[in-house]
């Protein structure tokens, strides 16, 4: 099957960034959220994204127009009827995505795919909430979605081949590059990659130094960015929750989240959104 009209279900910051990516694939996509603001602050975000773009040489006017005439924006779930892929990314809270999975499921038509940008949560759960589990899955995108190369699919349950195939189609037409994942917390990075955050906040609690806890895995790894700075880049309170979600997930002792780490949100050194983590940004 292939898409011809998108919805984005939220204007967040992953909702935005999708929409954009759709559009800049050549495909018709509504951005739609509850909030006129966000709607708002959705588009003139895209605009300056693509206007950079053009300044860069990396886009020609043509296009970045051409883009834009791709992309609509609304606060009215009545948009959605005509989509025949539905992308969802509201906030990470069960109870909300169950209610906007069933009022999506009410309203849209009946051989549409929706699809959860969800960073962990049970895909099965909220295929639970409608009448088509059949043609509802995961597609987990990465913060900037137009840049960030990798998708992570996740089949529920129900999940048909048909709607994992259409699925994985579409992420390779949007330039993306799919992996599958098991429906289970953290799908493969954040189950990889937190972890290893995690063990670098448990050798600074054990006194090495944030910096060489760094400079080993940069220089001994050859990673773009070490685990603390990478931390403090995401936020401490975000790499806690995701940690507590998979010592939750999977009951195991390896997922322990590091009391350091719980510390130090505890204090409001939140990384550098609040100007001081493993280390300070003022
Ligand atoms: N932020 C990240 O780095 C990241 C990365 C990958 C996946 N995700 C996932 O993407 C999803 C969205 O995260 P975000 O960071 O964009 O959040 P966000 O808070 O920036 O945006 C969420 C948007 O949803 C809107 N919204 C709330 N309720 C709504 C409803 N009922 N209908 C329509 N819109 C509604 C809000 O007004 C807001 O604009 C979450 O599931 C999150 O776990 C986030």
């Known amino acids: 099957m292939e898409f011809k009209k998108v919805a984005v279900i939220g204007a967040g910051l992953m909702g935005s960034g999708i929409a954009q990516t759709v559009a800049q694939a050549g495909i018709e996509v509504i951005n739609i959220d509850i909030s006129e603001e966000q709607t708002n602050k959705a588009k003139d975000n895209v605009i300056k994204n693509l206007n950079k773009l053009n300044a860069k040489g990396k886009m020609t006017t043509e296009q970045t127009e051409s883009i834009l005439q791709k992309l609509r924006y609304s606060n009215s779930y009545e948009d959605i009827k005509r989509a025949d892929l539905i992308i969802e990314a509201v906030p990470e809270k069960m109870e909300l995505k169950k209610k906007v999975f069933a009022e999506l499921d009410a309203l849209a038509d009946n051989n549409a795919i929706i699809v959860s940008n969800t960073s962990g949560l049970s895909i099965s759960e909220m295929a639970s909430v409608t009448n088509r589990a059949d043609k509802i899955m995961g597609v987990h995108f990465f913060y900037p979605a137009p840049i960030m190369k990798l998708v992570e699919l996740i089949r529920g349950i129900g999940t048909s081949d048909e709607t994992f195939d259409s699925v994985k189609e579409f992420s390779v037409k949007i330039n993306k590059i799919p992996v599958e994942a098991p429906e289970l917390p953290g799908f493969l990075v954040n189950r990889i990659l937190v972890p290893m ?86």
């Open 197 to 282: 955050m995690n063990e670098g906040a448990f050798c600074v609690m054990e006194g090495a130094k944030p910096e060489d806890v760094d400079k080993a895995m940069k220089f001994g790894a050859n990673l773009p960015m070490g685990p603390l700075e990478l931390a403090d880049f995401v936020g401490l309170d975000v790499m806690l929750a995701t940690m507590e979600g998979l010592y939750e997930g999977f009951s195991d002792s390896k997922y322990r989240p590091c009391p350091l780490i719980k510390t130090l949100v505890k204090a409001g050194h939140l990384g550098r959104k609040s100007g001081k983590g493993f280390y300070n940004y003022n």
